[in-house]
């Protein structure tokens, strides 16, 4: 609970941790840090003799790894973090540096040059505060590094071997991971053991505390936090103090960034002071939890009764003026602005009510990157879903029958029955695919490929921007008839759009057109396992060797214990399909039954990861 107060600063501002290892990901999980992943793609290529120290080195890739991260956001669009934190851990013996073994012989090599000996691994980290001015982007880097050191016992040939054989020490600096089975090799460790296994939690929070709260200018006895600052101290700290910090910090507002996203992703948050005016603990996180569907269905009612629309550049409106807009009581509309006020979706000042930049480009229903199909998708047609995720926990299948009062023979048919629903279903479709589809169709160079099939590519909108990228790429969108006779109202105006075309059939049933690149965005997820391998067969058939498939879905970790956001997505897919997100390891496992190998996976930090793998 004493960390919180320091963690909690970071809870309003979009935090990306710029590492792939999961271990991190745990540490900073388990102490209530809110944040995207997005994996560096810096090469781990600096050159280790030009550095005086080996600290100095893991430091530099450190920062190297946070800045590329905070770089490749910024330029790909409304995608600019706040904080970025980059780490990198390296294990030392003999002044020699060890990295990540590159095979079973390499770990040996390291492995065995342990044995009996004491060692040091250091983590560099790099805390990036990022902002964008002018559309360039600044940063503001804070490093540091923590050493611990770590003695193995003696260990026998064969311990090593059964021990580089169990696969752990492959992905981890110098060969081993102390929280696992290479526990068993360690006599001794002093100093913090969570930097061993991979982020220094302690010196980081002393860090933030150094940043956050610095020491009052008057304050001529400067004070060194060589120990994280109880609650207490926070509480001795003013206002009027951390204003000379340059992360200001409003207490008691809750403000979106300029993405309009907080760090998990959610449109809202609270605060998170984990502990009250009278010293009792309060369980924030749960709470917050508690509360999320009040915030949600204050933010689809909002949408609904189009306020920020209606609050679209005009100046700020009293309550009453907004209620008669929209025929709405004057009281309950506003409890409802104030919500959203304090949501940060609206700002209240003496005049009125105004939307937030965010408001504008996100919840108008014209804003550049609306959501708002997908808000209406998500109140009208998943939150009755949602109120019977007791019984589809219970019976293990979709709850259409206990939400609609009727039972569909599937999905698509239930969205398509009603012009209505299929065209709020396609503007939310449309919605996450519009925000997404920079990144996706960026994940991978996919210049090789001349002619895509976005099968299931419903509007078309990553069909469009695979094309202002890729201009030699043509794309055909493959859908259901239904569908492709409702795409006009979402085609961008005034570009050339030629080649983008639109083909109806089933993928299921009919010949699918020719192209070397088959792509399936939020497609497979829909499905069981028995209606992919058929969709797979198809594809595989009429793929020739070196044809691609790319697919975009939210990929949970193997151990599906990582991604909150898209293990929610799986109860939705639970509630309402007969499908369900899945890890890199199972979509690997599908494809490769199809002849589709070099599988590779990229985690984008937006809310579709991408899989691209190539027919052999
Ligand atoms: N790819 C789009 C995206 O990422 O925004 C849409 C994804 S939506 C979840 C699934 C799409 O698959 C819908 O547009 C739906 O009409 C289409 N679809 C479902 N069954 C189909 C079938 N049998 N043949 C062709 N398209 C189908």
């Not at 920020?308 to 009453?320: M, Q, T």
């Amino acid at each position: 609970m004493v960390l919180n107060p320091v963690l909690g600063k970071l809870v309003s501002k979009r935090v990306v941790l710029a590492s792939a290892s999961p271990r991190r990901q745990e540490i900073l999980t388990n102490v209530g840090l809110r944040f995207e992943v997005v994996p560096s793609w810096f090469k781990e290529t600096l050159e280790k003799s030009s550095f005086a120290a080996p600290y100095e080195y893991a430091v530099e890739t450190a920062k190297q790894k946070a800045l590329e991260v905070a770089n490749r956001m910024h330029e790909k669009h409304l995608r600019t973090p706040d904080i970025v934190i980059g780490a990198d851990t390296i294990v030392t013996v003999d002044e020699q540096i060890l990295e990540k073994p590159a095979d079973k012989q390499d770990a040996y090599r390291m492995l065995s040059r342990l044995s009996g000996k004491e060692h040091s691994v250091f983590t560099g980290v790099a805390i990036v505060h990022c902002s964008s001015k002018d559309n360039q982007l600044e940063t503001e880097v804070t490093d540091f590094y923590e050493e611990t050191k770590v003695k193995f016992s003696d260990l026998s040939e064969e311990l090593l071997w059964e021990y580089i054989h169990s696969g752990e020490p492959m992905d981890k600096a110098g060969g081993y991971g102390i929280q696992a089975l290479g526990g068993m090799l360690v006599e001794y460790v002093h100093g913090d053991f969570l930097n061993v296994v991979g982020f220094p939690l302690n010196h980081f929070c002393k860090k933030l505390a150094e940043l956050y709260y610095p020491p009052p200018k008057h304050n001529v006895q400067r004070k060194k936090y060589d120990s994280i600052p109880s609650v207490d101290t926070f509480e001795n700290l003013s206002d009027g103090e951390s204003e000379s910090s340059n992360f200001t910090e409003h207490k008691g507002t809750s403000k979106l960034d300029s993405s309009g996203m907080c760090s998990s992703g959610a449109l809202y948050n609270f605060e998170t002071s984990s502990m009250s005016e009278s010293g009792a603990k309060l369980p924030s996180k749960i709470l917050e939890l508690l509360d999320g569907f009040r915030a949600s269905k204050a933010l689809f009612v909002a949408s609904k009764l189009k306020v920020f629309d209606h609050l679209k550049d005009k100046g700020p409106l009293k309550a009453v003026d907004i209620a008669n807009e929209v025929g709405t009581s004057v009281g309950g509309t506003e409890r409802l602005l104030d919500a959203c006020a304090a949501l940060g979706l609206l700002e209240k000042t003496p005049q009125g009510y105004s939307n937030s930049d965010s408001a504008n480009t996100y919840l108008t229903s014209d804003g550049e990157y609306s959501l708002h199909g997908y808000i209406i998708h998500s109140n009208d047609h998943i939150w009755p879903l949602f109120t019977n995720l007791e019984s589809a926990v219970k019976e293990g299948s979709r709850q259409n029958h206990r939400a609609f009062g009727k039972k569909a023979e599937d999905l698509f048919k239930d969205y398509y029955h009603s012009q209505e629903v299929k065209q709020r279903f396609m503007a939310a479709m449309h919605s996450i695919a519009h925000l997404t589809a920079r990144d996706v169709a960026t994940a991978f160079d996919l210049s090789q490929f001349k002619c895509a099939c976005d099968l299931g590519g419903c509007t078309g909108a990553l069909a469009h921007e695979l094309v202002q990228i890729y201009p030699n790429l043509k794309v055909t969108v493959f859908d259901l008839p239904e569908v492709i006779a409702n795409t006009s109202y979402f085609q961008p105006s005034g570009q050339h759009t030629a080649p983008v075309t639109f083909v109806s059939g089933d993928f299921f049933k009919d010949n699918l057109p020719e192209a070397d690149l088959y792509i399936l965005s939020r497609v497979l997820h829909d499905w069981p396992d028995e209606k992919i391998h058929v969709l797979l067969s198809k594809i595989s058939a009429v793929c020739k060797p070196g044809c691609g498939i790319l697919l975009a879905e939210m990929v949970l970790d193997d151990e599906k214990k990582n991604r909150s956001t898209a293990l929610l997505q799986s109860l939705n897919m639970l509630v309402q399909t007969e499908g369900k997100e899945r890890s890199g390891s199972e979509y690997q496992g599908l494809l490769e039954q199809h002849g589709f190998t070099n599988v590779k996976i990229r985690l984008t930090g937006n809310l579709l990861d991408v899989v691209l793998c190539i027919k052999t």
